[in-house]
């Protein structure tokens, strides 16, 4: 399984962006999920698809403010991103894996593949 996310970029405060993950290989049953990385901070969870019940999860901090979807025709899951802060820049990476539960989803070592991350800067 191989992810490939694009759609980093430059954006004002209060814009929006849409980032994508494109998966080759059979992912369609896999728990997708996005993480970012601010510079000098750890990684932390965004918000994940999980395929098998339709759901969708949420870190609090971006709830009702990002939207994940998957696209299973395409194999895509994209994160769009509304109301952006300055506190939002990071390196956004995609996830994906087929042991991910529930209870795990907001873990970077429950996804076994990664892509290489696209950088989204928010100036004020």
């Known amino acids: 399984v191989q992810l490939q996310a694009s759609g980093g970029g430059l954006v004002q405060a209060g814009g929006s962006l849409r980032l994508s993950c494109a998966a080759s290989?059979?992912?369609?049953?896999?728990?997708v999920g996005w993480f970012r990385q601010a510079p000098g901070k750890d990684r932390e969870f965004v918000a994940a698809?999980?395929?098998?019940?339709?759901?969708?999860i949420y870190n609090d901090f971006v709830r009702g403010r990002f939207t994940i979807s998957r696209d299973n025709a395409k194999n895509t899951v994209s994160l769009y991103m509304t109301s952006l802060k300055p506190e939002d820049t990071a390196v956004y990476s995609c996830?994906?894996?087929?042991?991910?539960?529930?209870?795990?989803?907001?873990?970077?070592?429950?996804?076994?593949?990664w892509g290489q991350g696209t950088k989204v800067t928010v100036s004020s």
């Open positions: 290989g059979r992912t369609y049953r896999y728990v």
């Open positions: 698809s999980i395929r098998s019940s339709g759901n969708t």
């Open positions: 996830a994906a894996g087929s042991s991910v539960i529930s209870s795990t989803t907001m873990y970077p070592s429950a996804y076994a593949y």
